[in-house]
């Protein structure tokens, strides 16, 4: 059974920085693609970051292009979404997420099986 366990997040001023990290295990890490997500209070989970499972290629929602960073390490079994610059609007619960013949970048939340509990980040301005 995969398990997928997020870190890292907390309360931060706008403009700080946060590492969220994946922890996953029950499966071969590095065979996944792996993407992070979002979920914003009363509104829908949404993409936010991708990586293969080589970490040669990563994929952004356009909002988050230049601030955040994805990356991953398979030795330790952990992906990473390093977050700067941070604004009130990045405020929300952040999930990591993949699946089994997971596309690189793919987006839609149907392509993903397993998913992490979340970890929540609020900026406050």
């Known amino acids: 059974q995969v398990q997928l366990v997020e870190s890292g997040g907390g309360l931060v001023q706008a403009g700080d920085s946060l590492t969220l990290s994946c922890v996953v295990s029950g499966r071969t890490f590095s065979n996944y693609n792996m993407g992070w997500f979002r979920q914003a209070p009363g509104k829908e989970r949404e993409f936010v970051a991708a990586i293969t499972w080589s970490g040669n290629t990563a994929f952004y929602t356009d909002s988050v292009k230049g601030r955040f960073t994805i990356s991953r390490d398979n030795a330790k079994n952990t992906v990473y979404l390093q977050m700067n610059s941070l604004k009130p609007v990045d405020t929300a619960v952040y999930y990591c997420?993949?699946?089994?013949?997971?596309?690189?970048?793919?987006?839609?939340?149907?392509?993903?099986?397993?998913w992490g509990q979340g970890t929540q980040v609020t900026v406050s301005s």
């Open positions: 997420a993949t699946g089994e013949g997971l596309r690189p970048g793919a987006r839609p939340l149907n392509e993903y099986h397993y």
